[in-house]
């Protein structure tokens, strides 16, 4: 398989030729993922929460994002991958933003870095961006600073915050980044940037009109026991699955139905008396 490139994701929007995308944290999913067919990865900072219990993304480290890219890049080779810079890594000065986004590509192979925000950090894509690097803006819900935004709500519904949403849409645009992902947005503001910007708009809870779909692993795929968001679709019950096979083990050990003699290994035949010596 050819390994896409931000052409080709410039190529489908063209087309109208709609864009898959999840979100994997380790070497098993991404190789699943790639198996699928999916389009894109991005190795989310929901890592905090979907893999390491943090109650949410704040507490994620560089290292923490950097060593799951690696396993990520090692489990899908030929798939559009995204880093996600986590909170504090790019807020300081774009110097320490360019230093972090150049860590992504040089340590993980990413295609591309992902960061929260309109026009607070267009200083910072525009610096990224002029160091040679793609990047992916994030606008709507932005988990980094749900705090200022009072949770994890949905922005954009009424005329002052949807302003304030298609304003940080123009903005990343401007600032040179390659695409925009929105999040937690009514449909008709997605459908309205994406008039307006000629970069490819993927969505998260964002609506229909995008030109591609992200969700994480964690919630479609049923490992994610904590909550669902409403935007979410559920494809698959990897945790119970997964339960239901520790409690099939528990039993048939408890029992002495597992291990059968199948599953041992035995001395090779004429070494038993010299063992026993
Ligand atoms: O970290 C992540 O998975 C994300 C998505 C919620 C957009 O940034
Ligand atoms: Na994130």
Redesign the pocket.
Known sequence: MKKKTILDLYDMKKKGEIATWMTAYDYPMASFAEQAGIDMILV???LGMIVLGYDG?VPVTMEDEISHCKAVRRGAPSTFIIG?MPFGSYQESTEQAVRNAVRFLKEADVDAI?L?GGIRVADKIKAIVDAGIVVFG?IGLT??SSGAQGGFKAQGRNAESARYVIEDAIAVEKAGAQALLIEGVPDEITAFIKELLSIPVYSIGAGISADGQLLICGDFLGMFQEFTPKFVKKYASIAEVAIGGIKDYINEVKNKEFPKDEHCYHIIKGEEDKVKK
């Open positions: 989310g900072d929901s993304t996600d992902k929260e994030h988990p980094q």
